[in-house]
C-alpha cells in the first residue's frame, strides 16, 4: 500500500492550484471583457437594451453558479458539442463573473455626475465617446477597489467547478481526501491554500479604497 | 440526430421537487436568522466588546470570507467527524451557512454601527443607560436599518450558494435536479426548471426581506444599492 505524507499531500496540492490560478485569472479576463460590453448596454439610451441586460444581471446572480455550470455542461452538449470540464466551467464563469462585474460598474458610471454626461454632450460628443473620453476614465478610478475585491469572489467561486469534474484545488483536495481518509488535514490545507490566494487581494482592495477614499477627502 | 425537449420530465418525481424546495426554504430560513444573530454578535464583540475578543473576530471573519463556501461546507462535514465530532448532512449545512453568513454580516453591520452618530451614544449615556442597552436600543436599530439593503443582497447570496449542500447529500433543490436527471436523463430540462426555482426564490426572497425591513424599521428602507 502507498502511504501518503503530508508532504505529498502539499505537493499534489499545490499542483492543483496551478489550475484554480488560471481558471480564475481567464475567468477574471474574459469575464471584464464581457462585463464591459454589458455595462455598455446597461447603461445605454435605449431602454430594451437597458431592460435585456438588467434580465440578464438578474439571471445570473439569482440563480446558483453550480446551476448555471450544469446548464452549460449538459446545454451545450445538446447541441452535440462534446464539452470538456474546462470548457463548461471556464463559459460559465465567465458569464456569472460578466453579470456582477458590469453590475459593480454600473455603480461606479452612475456615481460620476449627470453634470459631466450633459456637459460632453454639449461638446456634441457621442455616446461612445463620452464613455470613452468623460466617464470612464473617472469611473475607473472608483472601480478598482470594489473589482479587485470581487476577484476574491472568483477565485472562490472556481470551486464549485469541481463538482462538474474539473480537477482544480478543490476536486484535488476530495480525492486526496479518499486516498488517505484524512479530510480534516486536507481540507484545512485546500481552505489554506485558498486564503493564501485571497486573503492578499482583500487586503489590497482595502489598501486601494483607503487610497483613494483619502485623496478624494482634500 | 436532434434532441427532443421534453419539459415535462423534470416533474417525473413531483415529491422530489417539492421537498427540494421546502429543504432549500428551511436551509435559508434558519441559515439566515442565526447567521444575522451571530453577525450582529460577532459586529457588537468588534466594536464593543472586550478587548481580547477583537482578534479571535478578526480571524473569523477573515478566513471565512477567504476560503470557498464549498470547502467549508466540506471542512464541517467530513473533516469535523475525524477529530470525533459527529454531525448529519442538514446540522453540517445549516452550520457552515451561520458561520458563512456570520462572517459577511458582521463586516456590513459593523459598517452601519460606525456610521451611528456618536452624539447618539453620548445621549444614551445621559440617560444613565448601559453598555448594552444603548447597544440592544440606540445603536443597533439604525444601524441595521442603514445596512438592511446590503444584508438582503448577503441573505439572497447565501440562499443561493446554498446549492452546493447538495454535494453532502441535503435533500435540497439541487439535490432534487440531480436525482430526477439521474432517473429521466433529462439533465438539461431538470437543470433548467430548478434554475427557474431558484430565480423565483431568490426574486421572492428579496420581495421578502424588503417587506420586513419596512415592517421593522417603520418607513420604507433605502432602495437597493448597485
Known amino acids: 500500500m502507498i502511504s501518503f505524507s503530508l508532504w505529498d499531500i502539499v505537493r499534489n496540492l499545490l499542483l492543483a492550484l496551478r489550475w484554480t490560478v488560471l481558471l480564475s485569472l481567464a475567468s477574471f479576463a474574459l469575464g471584464g471583457l464581457l462585463g464591459l460590453i454589458v455595462l455598455f448596454l446597461r447603461t445605454s439610451k435605449h431602454a430594451w437594451l437597458r431592460t435585456i441586460t438588467k434580465m440578464y444581471i438578474e439571471l445570473f446572480q439569482g440563480t446558483p453558479l453550480l446551476m448555471q455550470l450544469f446548464l452549460a455542461f449538459f446545454g451545450l452538449a445538446l447541441f452535440g458539442l462534446e464539452v470538456p470540464a474546462w470548457l463548461a466551467a471556464g463559459l460559465a464563469l465567465t458569464c456569472w463573473s460578466s453579470a456582477y462585474l458590469a453590475e459593480i460598474w454600473r455603480g461606479c458610471v452612475e456615481a460620476i455626475p449627470r453634470g459631466q454626461w450633459e456637459a460632453s454632450s454639449c461638446l456634441a460628443m457621442s455616446y461612445m465617446q463620452q464613455m470613452r473620453h468623460v466617464i470612464l476614465p473617472q469611473a475607473l478610478r472608483i472601480a478598482i477597489p470594489p473589482t479587485v475585491g470581487f476577484s476574491v469572489q472568483i477565485v472562490k467561486g472556481t470551486a464549485v467547478t469541481s463538482i462538474i469534474g474539473f480537477v482544480e484545488l478543490s476536486k484535488a483536495g476530495t480525492m486526496i481526501t479518499n486516498a488517505t481518509f484524512q479530510p480534516f488535514t486536507v481540507y484545512a490545507l485546500v481552505a489554506l491554500m485558498y486564503f493564501a490566494l485571497c486573503w492578499p487581494l482583500s487586503k489590497y482592495s482595502q489598501s486601494l479604497e483607503r487610497k483613494f477614499n483619502a485623496s478624494h477627502r482634500h | ?213 419596512n415592517w421593522l424599521f417603520g418607513r420604507p428602507v433605502a432602495k437597493e444599492a448597485a
Open chain 2, 1 to 213: 440526430m436532434s434532441y427532443h425537449f421534453d419539459f415535462l420530465a423534470p416533474f417525473d418525481y413531483p415529491a422530489v421537487l417539492i421537498k427540494g424546495v421546502l429543504v432549500t426554504i428551511e436551509l435559508i430560513a434558519i441559515g439566515g436568522v442565526l447567521g444575522i444573530a451571530v453577525g450582529i454578535f460577532a459586529a457588537w464583540a468588534k466594536t464593543q466588546g472586550p478587548r481580547w475578543l477583537r482578534p479571535l473576530i478578526n480571524a473569523y471573519v477573515e478566513l471565512i470570507r477567504n476560503t470557498p463556501f464549498l470547502i467549508q461546507l466540506f471542512f464541517i462535514f467530513f473533516g469535523l467527524p475525524g477529530i470525533g465530532l459527529q454531525i448529519t448532512e442538514m446540522e453540517a449545512a445549516i452550520l457552515a451557512m451561520v458561520i458563512n453568513l456570520g462572517a459577511y454580516s458582521c463586516e456590513i453591520i459593523r459598517a452601519g454601527i460606525a456610521a451611528v452618530a456618536r452624539g447618539q451614544i453620548e445621549a444614551g449615556l445621559s440617560l444613565a443607560m448601559t453598555r448594552l442597552q444603548i447597544f440592544r436600543h440606540v445603536i443597533l436599530p439604525p444601524a441595521l436599518q442603514k445596512i438592511w439593503p446590503a444584508l438582503s443582497s448577503q441573505v439572497v447570496i447565501v440562499m443561493v450558494g446554498s446549492a452546493v449542500c447538495s454535494q453532502i447529500a441535503v435533500e435540497e433543490l439541487a439535490y432534487a435536479a440531480n436525482f430526477i436527471q439521474g432517473r429521466n436523463f433529462r439533465s438539461f430540462e431538470s437543470y433548467l426548471l430548478s434554475t427557474a426555482i431558484y430565480l423565483v426564490l431568490a426574486i421572492g426572497l428579496r420581495q421578502l426581506l424588503r417587506m420586513l425591513g
